[in-house]
């Protein structure tokens, strides 16, 4: 007597349901699971560094002069598992930093205005102050490094 032709127990059921497959064959129900867990784990993940990076897309979002410190806050948040920094980086990305070099920019434009200096003179006249205090007191003057043009990083 083999055993596809044993009989079966009393107990048993004579029908059963289709998710039990015969033994050797591929278990649908077990791949669909898999395939469903899958996703859900990417797809978790994916909504983890979204919600992780939230302060860094506001601050960008808002073109915020505190960006990159945001986006390191963002970052030590990540890999030090303290949530402290990414609630700090939230913070920092909402609020309205005053522009303290505006200002700056705007008295100095002021100050030349009133010396009567035009502003593409106040560089040639810096460089011929410091010269001629470097020729009174005989000691070469610092050389002024040029200035290049800064460069927009987050365009």
């Known amino acids: 007597m083999t055993a596809v032709s044993a009989p079966l127990h009393p107990a ?3 029908h059963l349901p289709s998710f039990i497959t015969a033994p050797g ?3 649908i129900f077990m791949v669909v ?10 797809m978790f993940g994916v909504l983890f560094f979204r919600l992780h990076t939230l ?3 506001i601050a ?4 915020k002069l505190q960006m990159e410190i945001v986006a390191v806050l963002g970052l030590l948040a990540l890999f030090t598992h303290m949530h402290l920094f990414w609630v700090a980086g939230l ?7 005053p522009d303290i070099g505006g200002w700056l920019s705007r008295i100095g434009t002021a100050v030349e205005k009133i010396a009567d200096i035009k502003p593409d ?5 810096a460089e011929s102050t410091v010269a001629a205090v470097a020729e009174e007191r005989s000691v070469p003057g ?7 043009p800064k460069e927009l990083i987050h365009a």
């Open 12 to 14: 048993a059921s004579h």
């Open 25 to 27: 064959e591929t278990d």
């Open 33 to 42: 699971m898999g395939v469903i867990l899958v996703l859900c784990v990417v």
């Open 55 to 57: 302060p860094e897309r």
């Open 60 to 63: 960008h979002r808002q073109h």
């Open 91 to 97: 913070l920092l990305a909402l609020i309205d930093l």
């Open 121 to 125: 003179q106040s560089e040639k006249s």
């Open 142 to 148: 610092p050389k002024r490094a040029t200035a290049k």
